[in-house]
């Protein structure tokens, strides 16, 4: 009598592995990604905060450009801060209390440091505190802005970073990958432009001319008018 084996169908190990997922955890894709979208996000909180503060105090209807970049709605300061956050205080199972003083603390002492980095390599500031009660830090900070800090962190940690993670999961690694590379690397020329032309404007400001072609080319694309529709509300630090 003839017995039939039953065929064993072999497995391929590509059918076996598991698909790779795209930013999984807290690595270098998930921080560039928190990055990308607290820098947006940040530009612009700042620009509906400063159209409602104007338009409450004077009823004037006033758009001012925050970003912090010359090219694309980039305030950095904030993606800096949404990766610190992330990374110090998500997925710990902090209660809303101690994400608060944390991220007030974390923010706020952030805030301090990017501001004296900007005045010591740029010579010029972005923001200025000295009309809130009790500023100090050279006014970079105000008791009312830490304040303020911390609610944006419980709010970035309980609210905008889970939708991050949700908005991840469903981004195929393939695309994502090759998607958030192209977007990085584009602010991260962005970045650099933009801070040699910062530092360019402020020494044509002192009156010094440019020693290297790069510096010409600065001064030509991007003169005093260009640099001043750029950037606003920054002020040179004598």
Same mark, same amino acid.
Do not use: H, M, S
């Given at each position: 009598m003839v017995t039939k084996k039953a065929a064993v169908k072999e497995t391929s190990p590509s059918e076996t592995e598991t698909p790779k997922k795209f930013a999984a955890?807290?690595?270098y894709q998930k921080l560039c990604t928190i990055f990308i979208i607290g820098c947006i996000f940040g530009d612009v909180?700042?620009?509906v905060l400063n159209f409602c503060t104007h338009l409450i105090g004077s009823g004037e209807i006033f758009i001012e450009r925050r970003s912090a970049t010359i090219y694309g709605p980039f305030s950095v300061i904030y993606g800096i801060g949404a990766v610190i956050l992330a990374k110090c205080l998500a997925e710990r199972g902090l209660k809303w209390w101690q994400l608060f003083i944390r991220g007030a603390l974390i923010c706020g002492i952030s805030e301090i440091v990017i501001g004296y980095l900007q005045i010591w390599f740029t010579g010029t500031s972005s923001w200025n505190y000295s009309d809130h009660w009790l500023s100090f830090a050279n006014n970079l900070s105000s008791? @009312? $802005? $830490? @304040?303020?800090?911390? +609610? $944006?962190?419980? +709010? +970035?940690?309980?609210? $905008?970073?889970p939708l991050i993670c949700k908005l991840t999961d469903r981004i195929p690694y393939e695309f994502g990958s090759k998607a958030l590379n192209i977007i990085m690397i584009f602010l991260v020329i962005d970045m650099l432009l933009s801070f040699s032309a910062v530092v360019r404007w402020n020494f044509r400001h002192q009156g010094n001319p440019p020693l290297t072609p790069?510096?010409?080319?600065l001064d030509t694309v991007y003169p005093d008018n260009r640099m001043k529709s750029a950037y606003p509300n920054m002020e040179f630090v004598e």
């Open positions: 955890g807290l690595g909180y700042e620009v008791p @009312f $802005i $830490i @304040f303020l800090w911390g +609610f $944006i962190a419980v +709010f +970035f940690i309980k609210c $905008i970073y790069y510096g010409q080319f």
